[in-house]
């Protein structure tokens, strides 16, 4: 081959090199071009996860708060249908911790025996403080002695008469009076006789009855039922025990109670557990007042087109 032929073979070889080389970077440039379109940014990937992870973050928190702030508000409406009525026996003889029970910071109803040395006094005291006051009636029980009940009792073996009789001055003997309740009287408050009696004279004079509840055969709200006098119940005896534990635990009852009924009817008393039971509602008050609102008997009685036997 001569040289001619040589140069010329040389350049062919070239030229085929060059075109080869264009086309694979040509190709090469395409193939890119699609990969950036096609494939996603690994940021832009990134970014919604992260926002979607923050999003199923922040969502629970939303949601607990929503509802913590709902159960706030059916705790609220929930405690504005709660009663409370704190009711004191035995005032009316200069009993121990009178003093201190008149001194508690929420109204609540006392109740007063008839024809005792501080009757008159103790009533007008606890009316001037704007609390409620009844009568304290003093009834036959199944067991006790006579001389326990105080000047007159309404006992079993009394006519008609004479129970109308006693009933008429015991209202007569308690100023301010709105009420009534048996003191003791497991007895005379299982009698239909008697209690038809009281009860009749109780609304012939515009008072409601409390059925204190001393014993679980009594007739009062069937005899109420058939008068038709507004009635209330106890539900919790405080201080049956003398002890500052026992009343603390019987406020525990008193939360059960509203549980299970928009209001709760609880009795204390003056006298030997007088000085505890008044610390042990002091000390209560506040969370009292969290749970209920501390009323007096008379604002647990209804209108008149409402039903007036309460549980």
Not at 43 to 71: C, D, F, I, N, Y
Not at 157 to 180: H, Q, W
Not at 228 to 256: C, M, R, W
Not at 259 to 288: D, F, N, R, W, Y
């Amino acid at each position: 081959m001569n040289q001619r032929n040589r140069d010329r073979t040389c350049n062919n070889l070239l030229q085929w090199f060059q075109k080869r080389m264009l086309s694979v970077c040509v190709t090469t440039t395409m193939l890119l071009a699609v990969a950036s379109v096609q494939a996603p940014s690994a940021v832009g990937a990134e970014q919604p996860q992260k926002a979607a992870a923050s999003s199923m973050t922040r969502q629970p928190v939303g949601l607990t708060e929503q509802q913590h702030k709902s159960a706030s508000q059916d705790a609220e409406q929930s405690k504005a249908f709660k009663r409370i009525a704190i009711v004191i026996d035995d005032f009316g003889n200069g009993m121990t911790g009178t003093e201190e029970m008149l001194k508690l910071p929420f109204p609540f109803t006392i109740a007063v025996m008839p024809f005792m040395p501080t009757t008159k006094s103790d009533a007008e005291n606890a009316h001037k403080l704007g609390h409620d006051v009844i009568v304290h009636m003093p009834m036959e029980p199944n067991k006790g002695k006579k001389e326990w009940l105080g000047p007159g009792a309404i006992t079993t073996d009394l006519s008609d008469a004479e129970i109308r009789k006693r009933v008429e001055a015991a209202i007569d003997n308690v100023p301010f009076a709105v009420g009534m309740n048996n003191h003791m009287g497991s007895k005379a408050t299982s009698d239909e006789r008697v209690m038809r009696v009281v009860l009749t004279v109780c609304k012939e004079r515009g008072l409601f009855f409390l059925d204190s509840r001393t014993s679980y055969k009594t007739v009062v709200p069937k005899i109420a039922a058939e008068i038709g006098i507004p009635l209330l119940n106890n539900h919790v005896f405080l201080d049956d025990v003398y002890s500052t534990s026992h009343i603390a635990k019987q406020i525990g009852e008193v939360y059960k109670q509203l549980e299970q009924t928009e209001h709760c009817v609880a009795i204390g008393h003056v006298g030997p557990p007088g000085k505890k039971t008044a610390a042990v509602l002091l000390q209560s008050t506040p969370s009292l007042r969290e749970n209920a609102i501390i009323v007096k008997l008379s604002d647990l009685i209804r209108g008149p087109s409402d039903e007036q036997i309460l549980p």
